[in-house]
C-alpha cells in the first residue's frame, strides 16, 4: 500500500485504536482489565516504535533526527508501561517527563526549520510566545489562588514549562498551516498528537485520577503516541516541508533547552515570579535560536547571491569579448565580400574578401563611394534601396559590378542597417556572388523538358520530337493513354495518393520502353507514348503487362490501375501534331465508351461521336434547369408472394425529345463533374418522395438510390442530408444508399468514417453489383453493410452457366451468415427466378416483375399489386 493511499485510512487507525482499548476497557472483566490494557498498551507502542524505526531508516538527515527523538520518546512510555507494572515508584513518572521532553523538543525543531526555511516573520511567533506566557502566567496565579495545598505541592517548574512550549508550539502549527500549504498533514498529526499526550501527561500528574478515568487518561496517552509515530506516513518527501541543516546544531540546542528545563525545575522553585522568569527565559533562548538560524540562512543566501553575481558578470564580460573575438573573425575571414559605408555610400571598412575579389587594394576601396563599383544602370536602384534603409529594415538587391580587370559580375547585396542608440548610422553589405547560379538557372529553364513529378518528357519536350519526327518524313505510333477512375482515387485516398500513383506509373513506362520508344506525360492523368515502328500491339500488350495490369501497393493499400488508350499513326491519321493529338484523344474516349481498359485504332467515325459527345457535353449544363432529368422507379418484389418490398430510383434523361441511356450521361456526367448536381438532384428527390409516400397509402417499405463516389466524399454530404431531414421528416431506415463495390473494398479510414457517419444518421447501405470487383470481401466484415446485391452479369448467366450458379449461391450463402439481406438484379425468366428462390434470394428486381417506369405509373402498379 502506498504512503498516498495510507493517508486515507490514517483517520481511521487512530479512531479504531482508541475505540479498541475502550471496548477493552468496558467488556473486559475487572479482575482481567489491568493485564488485558497492559498486553494492549505494549501492542500498541510496539507498533509506534515499529513504525517510528522504520522512518528513521526511511529518512535521511533533519528527518532522521526528528524520527529518533519520536522513537526515543516512544521508547521511554514502553519503559514506562513495564516499570509501572512492576512498581510504582517515582522513575516512573520520570520517564514520562523524559518523553513529553523529546516529544516537545521534537516539535520545536519542525517549527525553527519550518521558520527557517520559509523566512517568515518572526514576529508573528513573538505574538505567539507572549501571548502563551501571559496564560501560562495567569494559570499559575490561578492554581495558587484556589489554596489547594495539594495541587501546589504538586505543580513543578517542568510541568509548566512543557504546558508553556505545548501552547507555543499548538499556536504556531495553527499558524503555519494556514501560510505554509506543504507538510500540513505532517504538522497536524505532531500538534494532535504531541498535545494530547502533554495535556494528559500533566493531567495524570497533577490530579489523581481512579478506575475508568485512569485507564482513558492512559488511552489518550497511547493514541496520542501513536499518532506522533504515523505521522511518517504522511510526511510528503517530495516537498522541502523540513530544511537540511547541521544536526549538531539541533542536538546542541536540545541539551541547552532540556538543561534550563532540569535547572529551573530545581533552582526557580515555584512562585509566581521565579516561574515567570524561567518561562520567559525559556522562551527567549528558543527565540534566540530562531533569530541565530535566520540570520544564518539569510548569511548563506547572500553569499550564495554575490558568488552568483560575481560569476555572472564574470561571465558576462567574457561572452562580450568572445562576442567581439567573433565579429572582427567574422567580417575579417568571411569568404563573402563584406563593405560598411556611411548612408551616402562612403566606404568605412571592407574585408579582404571585397578587396581582392574586386582586384583593389583595400587603401584604394577606403574613402571611395560603394557605387563606384556598381554598373551605371543598376545604380539609381541602389540609391533607392540605400534611402530607404533609413528605416532600419535590412533590404537585398541583386546588381552587376565591374571588377578592376574589366569583368562583369552579379552581386547578391544583402543590405544591414547599423543601428546605434536607435538611428541608423551606417550599413553593412554582404556581397554574394551568383554569377554562376544565374547561369546554371538560365541553361536550367533552358533545359527544362521533363515532368517534374514523373520525370517523364513534359508537354514541351513531347511536342519537339513528334514535330521533329514530323519534318524528318519518319512513320511512327502515337499512344495517348488516361488512366481509369483516377478522378474517384484522388476522390478516395487524396490528391497525394494520386501524384505517388502517377510517379509509380513514370517508373514503369521508363522501364517498359525499348530504345526506340519514349513517354512522355501530356497532364493530370494522360500519358502518350511514341513509338518509331508500326507494331502497336506488341506496344499495348507490354503496357499493359508491365504498367497498367499489375496492382500498385502504395500505403498499404492494392490500387489497382487500369487505362483505356488510343492509337494514331503518322502520317495516315494526320499529317499535324494537333491533328495527330485530336485524333488520339477521340480513339481513347471511344475505348472508354466500350467499357474501359480498352484500345482503340482511330477511325474516320469517332469524329461524327465527337461531335455527338459535345453536344451531349454541353446539354448536361442545362438538362436540370430545363426539367430533362427525371425520377424513374424499379420495383423490388418478393418473389414468392409477387409484393412490392422496396424500389430502386433510377435516373433518365430526355434530350431533344429521346432519351439518352445513363450508361451513356452518367461517364459524361462523372468526367465533366456534373454528376454532383444530378447525384444531390436524385437524393433531394427520393427524399421527397418517401415523405410524399408517409403522407399517403403508399406504405414503401425501402427506396435505394445510388451514390456515387463523388457524393461519397463529399464534405457537405452529411450536413446536406440532415437539412433534408429536417425538411422531409422520413424514416430513416426506408433510405437505402447503393455504393459500388470497388469503393467499399479499399480499406481506408476515409470510407469507413463515413459509412459509420451515413449509418449513424439511420440511413441503410448495400452494395452494389457485389462480386464485380476485384478487391477483398473483408470489408463485408469491417462495414455495417445491411444489403448486397446480385449483379444482373450472375443473372444473366444463370441458365447456361454452371460457374455462375456455384457463385451465386455462394453469395447468397455468405450473405445470409452475415445476416445481410439479398436483392438479384436482372431476373427476366423463370428459371432465373425459380433457381435464386431455392438457394434463398426471394428478393428480385428485373424485367420479368416491372420495367423501370415514371412515377405515376409506379403508384398505379403499386396500388394494383397492393389491392386485396
Given at each position: 500500500?502506498s504512503?498516498y493511499?495510507?493517508?486515507?485510512y490514517?483517520?481511521?487507525?487512530l ?10 476497557l ?8 489491568q ?6 498498551y ?7 516504535i ?5 522512518a ?5 538527515g ?9 522513537s ?7 519503559l514506562?508501561l ?7 515508584n ?9 518523553q513529553?521532553?523529546f516529544?516537545l ?13 520559509r ?7 513573538d ?5 502563551s ?10 492554581f495558587f489562588?484556589?489554596?489547594d ?14 504546558l508553556?512550549?505545548?501552547l507555543?508550539?499548538?499556536?504556531a ?9 506543504a507538510?500540513?498533514?505532517f504538522?497536524?498529526?505532531l500538534?494532535?498528537?504531541?498535545l ?9 500528574t497533577?490530579f ?10 492512559h ?5 496520542s ?11 510528503d518527501?517530495?516537498?522541502?516541508v523540513l530544511?537540511y ?11 541547552v533547552v532540556m ?20 518561562n520567559?527565559v ?26 552568483d553575481?560575481e ?6 564580460a567574457?561572452e ?7 565579429y ?5 575571414y568571411?569568404s ?6 556611411d ?8 574585408n ?27 545604380r ?10 533609413t ?8 546588381v552587376r559590378?565591374m ?5 562583369t ?16 548610422e551606417g ?9 554562376q547560379?544565374?547561369?546554371?538557372q ?13 520525370g517523364?518528357?513534359?508537354r ?23 488512366l ?14 494520386g501524384?505517388?500513383?502517377?510517379q509509380h506509373?513514370?517508373?514503369r513506362?521508363?522501364t517498359?520502353l ?5 513517354a512522355?506525360r501530356?497532364?493530370?492523368d494522360e ?5 518509331e ?7 499495348t ?24 488508350i488510343g492509337?494514331?499513326?503518322?502520317p495516315e ?10 485524333n ?15 484500345t482503340?485504332?482511330?477511325?474516320p ?8 459527345r ?6 448536361l ?8 432529368i ?11 408472394t409477387?409484393a ?6 433510377l ?6 425529345g ?13 468526367e ?12 433531394h428527390e427520393t ?6 409516400f ?20 463529399d464534405?457537405?454530404l452529411i450536413?446536406?442530408?440532415k ?7 422520413i ?12 469503393v ?35 470489408y463485408?466484415v ?8 446480385i449483379?444482373?452479369e450472375?443473372t444473366?448467366?444463370l441458365?447456361?452457366?454452371r ?9 447468397v ?12 438484379e436482372?431476373?427476366e425468366?423463370?428459371y432465373q ?13 428485373g ?16 396500388m394494383?399489386?397492393?389491392?386485396p
Amino acid at each position: 500500500m502506498s504512503a498516498y493511499s495510507l493517508r486515507q485510512y490514517v483517520p481511521a487507525i487512530l479512531i479504531g485504536t482508541f475505540s479498541t482499548g475502550l471496548l477493552f476497557l468496558f467488556l473486559t472483566p475487572h479482575d482481567l482489565r489491568q493485564i488485558t490494557l497492559f498486553i494492549y498498551y505494549l501492542v500498541i507502542s510496539g507498533a509506534a516504535i515499529g513504525i517510528s524505526g522504520v522512518a528513521i531508516f526511511k529518512h535521511r538527515g533533519m528527518r532522521r533526527f526528528i524520527h529518533v527523538l519520536i522513537s526515543a520518546g516512544n521508547v521511554c512510555f514502553t519503559l514506562y508501561l513495564l516499570m509501572h507494572y512492576h512498581s510504582t515508584n517515582d522513575n516512573t513518572q520520570s520517564l514520562l517527563f523524559l518523553q513529553n521532553f523529546f516529544y516537545l523538543i521534537m516539535a520545536l525543531i519542525v517549527i525553527t526549520q519550518s521558520i527557517e526555511f520559509r523566512t517568515l516573520k518572526l514576529r508573528t511567533f513573538d505574538l505567539f510566545a507572549l501571548f502563551s506566557f501571559l496564560l501560562i502566567g495567569g494559570l499559575h496565579i490561578w492554581f495558587f489562588s484556589t489554596q489547594d495545598v495539594s495541587l501546589v505541592s504538586q505543580l513543578s517548574g517542568f510541568e509548566e514549562q512543557m504546558l508553556l512550549i505545548s501552547l507555543y508550539m499548538m499556536l504556531a502549527f495553527l499558524y503555519l498551516n494556514r501560510v505554509v500549504s506543504a507538510g500540513q498533514q505532517f504538522r497536524i498529526l505532531l500538534l494532535i498528537g504531541i498535545l494530547g499526550f502533554t495535556i494528559a501527561s500533566i493531567a495524570n500528574t497533577l490530579f489523581v485520577f481512579s478506575g475508568i478515568t485512569h485507564e482513558v487518561i492512559h488511552l489518550l496517552q497511547i493514541s496520542s503516541i501513536l499518532t506522533i509515530s504515523i505521522s511518517y506516513w504522511v510526511d510528503d518527501v517530495s516537498e522541502d516541508v523540513l530544511a537540511y541543516d547541521s544536526i549538531v546544531d539541533y542536538v546542541l540546542y536540545s541539551v541547552v533547552v532540556m538543561m534550563f528545563l532540569l535547572a529551573s525545575d530545581r533552582l526557580l522553585g515555584t512562585s509566581v515570579m521565579d516561574s515567570m522568569i524561567a518561562n520567559a527565559v525559556l522562551l527567549l533562548l528558543i527565540r534566540q535560536f530562531v533569530v541565530s538560524k535566520q540570520n544564518a540562512l539569510i548569511s548563506h543566501r547572500l553569499h550564495t547571491v554575490n558568488t552568483d553575481l560575481e560569476v555572472a558578470v564574470s561571465t558576462k564580460a567574457h561572452e562580450l569579448e568572445i562576442r567581439e573575438q567573433q565579429y572582427r573573425s567574422l567580417f575579417a575571414y568571411h569568404s563573402e565580400p563584406i563593405f560598411l559605408f556611411d548612408l551616402h555610400g562612403e566606404v568605412l571598412s571592407v574585408n579582404e574578401a571585397g578587396s581582392s575579389i574586386l582586384g583593389l587594394t583595400t587603401e584604394t576601396l577606403l574613402g571611395s563611394n560603394i557605387l563606384d563599383i556598381i554598373e551605371s544602370k543598376d545604380r539609381a536602384p541602389y540609391t533607392i534601396i540605400l534611402q530607404e534603409l533609413t528605416n532600419g529594415r535590412p533590404r537585398t538587391i541583386d546588381v552587376r559590378v565591374m571588377t578592376d580587370e574589366g569583368e562583369t559580375r552579379v552581386w547578391q547585396l544583402v543590405n544591414v542597417p547599423m543601428i546605434i542608440d536607435g538611428e541608423v548610422e551606417g550599413i553593412y553589405a554582404i556581397a554574394k556572388d551568383i554569377t554562376q547560379m544565374i547561369e546554371q538557372q538560365e541553361q536550367i529553364l533552358y533545359q527544362a523538358k521533363f515532368d517534374s513529378l514523373t520525370g517523364l518528357h513534359n508537354r514541351y519536350a513531347l511536342q519537339e520530337q513528334i514535330e521533329r519526327l514530323i519534318e524528318e518524313g519518319r512513320t511512327f505510333t502515337l499512344m495517348f493513354s488516361d488512366l481509369d477512375g483516377f478522378k474517384e482515387i484522388n476522390d478516395q485516398f487524396g490528391h497525394h495518393m494520386g501524384d505517388q500513383l502517377l510517379q509509380h506509373i513514370g517508373k514503369r513506362l521508363r522501364t517498359a520502353l525499348l530504345p526506340n520508344e519514349y513517354a512522355g506525360r501530356l497532364g493530370g492523368d494522360e500519358f502518350i507514348v511514341v513509338a518509331e515502328h508500326g507494331d502497336d500491339e506488341m506496344l499495348t500488350e507490354r503496357l499493359r503487362r508491365l504498367v497498367y495490369r499489375p496492382p500498385y501497393y502504395m500505403a498499404g493499400t492494392l490500387v489497382e490501375v487500369h487505362a483505356s488508350i488510343g492509337i494514331v499513326r503518322f502520317p495516315e491519321h494526320g499529317k499535324k501534331l494537333k491533328h495527330l493529338l485530336s485524333n488520339a484523344d477521340l480513339a481513347m474516349y471511344r475505348a472508354k465508351d466500350k467499357g474501359r481498359d480498352e484500345t482503340v485504332m482511330f477511325e474516320p467515325e469517332l469524329r461524327e461521336d465527337k461531335e455527338e459527345r459535345k453536344v451531349l457535353m454541353e446539354g448536361l449544363e442545362t438538362a436540370l434547369e430545363k426539367g430533362e432529368i427525371s425520377l424513374f422507379l424499379q420495383p423490388q418484389v418478393d418473389a414468392s408472394t409477387k409484393a412490392i418490398i422496396g424500389a430502386e430510383a433510377l435516373m433518365r434523361w430526355q434530350h431533344n425529345g429521346a432519351f439518352i441511356p445513363p450508361s451513356q450521361f452518367i461517364p459524361i456526367a462523372e468526367e465533366t463533374g456534373h454528376i454532383q448536381d444530378l447525384g444531390r438532384w436524385m437524393i433531394h428527390e427520393t427524399f421527397q418522395l418517401i415523405h410524399v409516400f408517409e403522407q399517403g397509402d403508399i406504405h414503401l417499405p425501402k427506396l435505394s438510390v445510388n451514390l456515387s463516389v463523388r457524393q461519397l466524399f463529399d464534405e457537405h454530404l452529411i450536413d446536406y442530408l440532415k437539412t433534408l431531414f429536417e425538411r422531409f421528416p422520413i424514416e430513416p431506415s426506408r433510405l437505402n444508399f447503393e455504393l459500388t463495390e470497388t469503393v467499399a473494398a479499399h480499406h481506408s479510414d476515409r470510407v469507413l468514417n463515413r459509412i459509420l457517419e451515413l449509418k449513424a444518421l439511420g440511413i441503410k447501405l448495400s452494395i452494389d453489383d457485389f462480386g464485380t470487383g476485384y478487391s477483398s470481401l473483408a470489408y463485408l466484415v469491417r462495414y455495417p453493410i445491411d444489403e448486397l446485391k446480385i449483379p444482373r452479369e450472375f443473372t444473366m448467366q444463370l441458365e447456361e452457366n454452371r460457374e455462375y450458379q456455384m457463385v451465386t449461391t455462394t453469395i447468397v450463402a455468405m450473405a445470409r451468415q452475415l445476416g445481410m439481406a439479398l436483392v438479384a438484379e436482372g431476373v427476366e425468366t423463370e428459371y432465373q427466378e425459380t433457381f435464386l428462390r431455392k438457394i434463398g434470394c426471394d428478393s428480385m428486381q428485373g424485367y420479368r416483375y416491372a420495367k423501370p417506369m415514371p412515377l405515376d405509373e409506379f403508384v398505379i402498379y403499386y396500388m394494383k399489386h397492393t389491392t386485396p
